[in-house]
């Protein structure tokens, strides 16, 4: 079901054309909109059809790097505006995010971020055992204590975006699902036009917000950026007790409440890589990361090398990797579920009998560093790079956005975007 009431007639020109339609590309959509300013939005499949109705509905300040953290601040803020500016319920609050810890190693990771952060208002405190207890409704001491963030939010995935298209259809931007950009043309050096699938749209500037297919649409035009993607496997249940108001993060489980009275649920520490042909190509940059996530990873080897997020090339007027798959749809792990459910049930014995209703897998696409890229490449004036949000882009998509428009804008940036920057790696 389209996400956009009415399919808009095919504009041959406009501003600025985004490339997807999850929630960086929605909300630059409407920020742009709400200034005036035209725009045209593409989406290969429907609107928010891949990561940002997948992700666990988590808005979060709790545990972020410090390089991000005064932009999620932003973004957080960003979130109370837009629900406030919609017709329709997202199921938004500000219920607060715990992150429990079972062992001292634990402990000691929430201490030392806290350290770290002092000189920002996230609102994070570290809750003692009984503290700790008493928020989970049980009397067992088996937590040493947690990080407790009582200012994050949650909304719900699959609502949230598409109510933000919607919205940013109403204030002027027009909207095109099934509609993949096939290349970027220049003309003098400067972006002149994007290729669709469906035809060519004339534009000053263009913003890839392209997910996971961000790396892929890029080495295509000769730019390498060190993006790669893992599978996650996620869970929805019937409706159950209330537990806790928002979400509560264990290691081997993470819950949150959903609106309709049932929980979302995943394993926290369990990511698959599937192995493609950029996996050699940025082997070396991901290497930190590989060497602390290890344990948490699962490596496969299969038909994803030879598949679309491997190694194609395409002219403009052929099919493209975004035609082939339009909407990235990954098998959910069932072992790994029931693990993970049988560890909620652990976490909060009132969830015995809970039953799941629904699950379904997502691609997260992942830095090396788990920051974003906000960036325009120098050789390519014009074409501004919104991606690899690393599994937290759900909170910080709003802020990014905000940087990119006002980065189109000349306006002065919420945050410093040199942290942002692809000269990093
Ligand atoms: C299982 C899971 C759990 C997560 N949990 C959380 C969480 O709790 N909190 C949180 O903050 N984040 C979470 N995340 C991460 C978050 O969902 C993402 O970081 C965020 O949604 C990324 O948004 P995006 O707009 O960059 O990309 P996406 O939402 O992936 O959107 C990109 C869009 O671009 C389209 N596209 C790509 N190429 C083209 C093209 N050439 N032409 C046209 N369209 C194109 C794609 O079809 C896609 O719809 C989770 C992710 C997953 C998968």
């Known amino acids: 079901m389209s996400a956009v009431s009415q399919e808009p007639k095919f504009p041959s020109q406009t501003e600025i054309v985004v490339i997807g339609g999850g929630i960086v590309g929605v909300c630059t959509a409407l920020f742009l909109a709400e200034q005036g300013v035209p725009v045209v939005l593409c989406e290969k499949g429907r609107i928010a059809g891949e990561q940002s109705s997948r992700n666990w509905g988590w808005i979060r300040k709790a545990g972020r790097d410090a390089r991000e953290l005064q932009l ?6 960003l979130w109370r505006e837009i629900d406030t500016k919609l017709d329709e319920d997202i199921g ?17 990771k929430h201490e030392s971020w806290l350290r770290d952060v002092e000189n920002f208002d996230h609102g994070s405190v570290l809750l003692s055992a009984q503290e700790t207890d008493r928020l989970l409704q049980r009397n067992d001491r088996q937590f040493l204590g947690a990080l407790h963030t009582a200012s994050d939010a949650s909304a719900e995935p699959s609502k949230a975006v598409p109510a933000m298209a919607r919205h940013a259809v109403d204030v002027g931007a027009t909207i095109l699902e099934k509609c993949a950009v096939r290349s970027v043309e220049r003309t003098a050096g400067q972006i002149s036009s994007v290729i669709t699938e469906k035809g060519e749209i004339a534009c000053k500037k263009v913003v890839l917000a392209g997910g996971a297919w961000s790396r892929t649409f890029l080495e295509n035009i000769g730019i390498f950026i060190p993006q790669l993607a893992v599978k996650s496997s996620v869970l929805r249940t019937a409706a159950a007790p209330e537990v806790v108001a928002g979400a509560v993060g264990a290691t081997d489980a993470s819950l949150r409440r959903r609106q309709d009275g049932g929980y979302t649920i995943a394993r926290s520490n ?3 890589f599937q192995v493609i042909p950029a996996a050699f190509r940025h082997f070396s940059t991901f290497l930190p990361t590989l060497w602390d996530s290890w344990r948490m990873m699962k490596i496969r080897v299969g038909k994803e090398f030879f598949g679309p997020m491997g190694h194609q090339r395409w002219k403009p007027d052929q099919i493209t990797p975004f035609e082939m798959v339009r909407v990235m ?4 792990d069932p072992k790994l579920l029931n693990s993970a459910l049988a560890s909620a049930i652990e976490l909060h014995p009132r969830l015995q009998g809970l039953q799941i209703v629904e699950t379904w897998g997502g691609l997260i696409d992942v830095m090396p560093d788990e920051v974003p890229i906000i960036d325009e490449p120098v050789n390519w004036p014009g074409l501004i790079i919104a991606t690899g949000l690393s599994g937290h882009g759900f909170g910080i998509g709003p802020g990014v956005a905000k940087l990119v428009v006002q980065y189109i804008r000349g306006q002065a940036p919420i945050v410093d975007t040199k942290t942002f920057a692809m000269g990093r790696f």
């Open 72 to 77: 999620m601040i932003e973004s957080a803020k």
């Open 92 to 108: 938004y609050g500000i219920r607060g995010i715990t992150y429990v810890a079972r062992t001292e190693q634990e402990l000691q």
């Open 270 to 272: 369990h990511a698959e």
């Open 329 to 332: 749809d990954p098998k959910p």
